[in-house]
């Protein structure tokens, strides 16, 4: 088939088509791209529960060793307590007797103490074993929900590639029907855009790539369908509403879904435009 063929209203839909399959494969991909993210998330989620757990058992290790090193204080403490209360029956003078009592005091005081801080450390050991059971379930959670996320994703990945097999045989045969001029700068464009959008629609009198106002006389010369009109301000190509519908029509499936609720929106914002408000208002009340 021979490009030269084709009318310039027709280069213009075949080029929107391509512009609406590339767009789809693009949005694929970003979307393909955002699920190994998740997968990620979650083991950076499951990391931080591991060492969060080791965490909790280092404070064990540690109140084990203190309830260690407490011990041998008490045992030390009640050895000497043991020997003082022997000198006691021993004593000599008031001297001897008054410096005993103190040993003693102080010996009981550091038994105390001692018992204290076992008994600080036996709760506190509690409390990091309550939370790394606590944790542990969490853990597991995770990591049941991470299996499932990476079966899924698989699953994803297989399913899309095949669309994405299948979009672009459909772009790589629509862009055999475009002249090869056209299509290079179709491409060249496509590369230097930030959204990829090489073919857009006016849209509320701008340019649906760049924003920018497209003045009036434009609109009709791109509604004429008689020359390829870029835009002034980013050189995207531009068309108008009319032709765009003739190729969601013809794209069908979801494009002919884009179409109908445009429509509908744009039936809403005629009727907000009219200044029948009142009636509009009053019928709803009723309702
Ligand atoms: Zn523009």
């Known amino acids: 088939m021979k490009t030269q063929e084709y009318s310039v209203e027709e280069k213009l839909k075949m080029l929107y088509k391509l512009q609406l399959i590339d767009s789809e494969i693009d949005k694929i991909n970003i979307l393909l791209g955002e699920l190994p ?28 060793e203190e309830i260690k090193a407490q011990n041998a204080k008490r045992d030390e403490a009640k050895a000497l307590l043991e020997k003082y209360n022997k000198q006691l029956d021993e004593v000599r003078n008031n001297r001897e007797y008054d410096s005993l009592q103190k040993e003693i005091e102080y010996q009981s005081l550091e038994i105390e103490l001692a018992e204290k801080k076992i008994r600080e450390a036996k709760e506190r ?5 309550k939370l790394i059971e606590e944790t542990q379930q969490k853990l597991e959670a995770k990591k049941k929900e991470l299996v499932e996320k990476q079966a899924e994703l698989e699953e994803i990945q297989k399913e899309t590639e095949k669309e994405i097999a299948e979009l672009k045989a459909k772009s790589e045969e629509i862009a055999k029907l475009i002249e090869p001029r056209l299509l290079s700068a179709y491409k060249r464009i496509r590369q230097n855009v930030r959204n990829k959008l090489v073919v857009v629609r006016v849209q509320r009198d701008a340019c649906g790539g760049c924003f920018n ?40 499936g979801k494009f002919l ?28 009340k009723k309702s």
């Open 37 to 64: 993210l998740e997968v990620e998330d979650l083991s950076d989620e499951i990391k931080g529960l591991e060492t969060r757990i080791e965490k909790y058992k280092d404070k064990i290790e540690e109140d084990k």
């Open 213 to 252: 106002k497209v003045p009036p006389q434009r609109q009709v010369d791109i509604r004429s369908h008689k020359k390829i009109i870029v835009c002034e301000h980013c050189g995207r190509i531009l068309i108008d509403k009319a032709l765009a519908y003739e190729v969601y029509e013809d794209l069908g």
């Open 257 to 284: 879904e884009v179409m109908k609720k445009e429509q509908e929106e744009e039936k809403e914002l005629e009727k907000k435009k009219k200044p029948a408000r009142r009636s509009t208002r009053s019928r709803v």
């Open 125 to 129: 050991i509690e409390e990091n074993e």
